[in-house]
């Protein structure tokens, strides 16, 4: 049974920082390319960031130079370090395992406000 359990999220002030994790079971995680999407209240759900198995990242321009994508094959996890965060980065944050097939995860929200 494959599961991703995503954590970290939280109320934070504008200019704040969280970390997310999300840790996979059930699945080669080395093999995956892993990816965060947010989605918005009545927004679509979008990509924010993206890690390869070779290491390679993107992530949108809208989070560039603020988020950062990582991952620990032997822990099985990848983080989404957000830093200098906005009200705009409000969302259900939401990891994704991508190869042959495509696995989600719950989400976690992340609200930012004062």
């Known amino acids: 049974q494959v599961q991703l359990v995503e954590s970290g999220g939280g109320l934070v002030q504008p200019g704040g920082s969280l970390r997310l994790s999300c840790t996979a079971s059930?699945?080669?995680?080395?093999?995956?390319?892993m990816e965060w999407h947010r989605q918005a209240p009545g927004q679509q759900r979008e990509l924010v960031a993206r890690i390869d198995a070779g290491m390679n990242t993107y992530c949108i321009d809208s989070v560039k130079g603020r988020f950062t994508i990582s991952r620990d094959n032997a822990k099985n996890t990848v983080y989404l370090q957000m830093n200098t965060l906005k009200p705009e980065d409000t969302a259900i944050y939401y990891c994704k395992a991508t190869w042959i097939r495509n696995y989600w995860g719950q989400g976690t929200q992340v609200t930012v406000s004062s």
């Open positions: 059930g699945i080669i995680f080395g093999n995956y390319a």
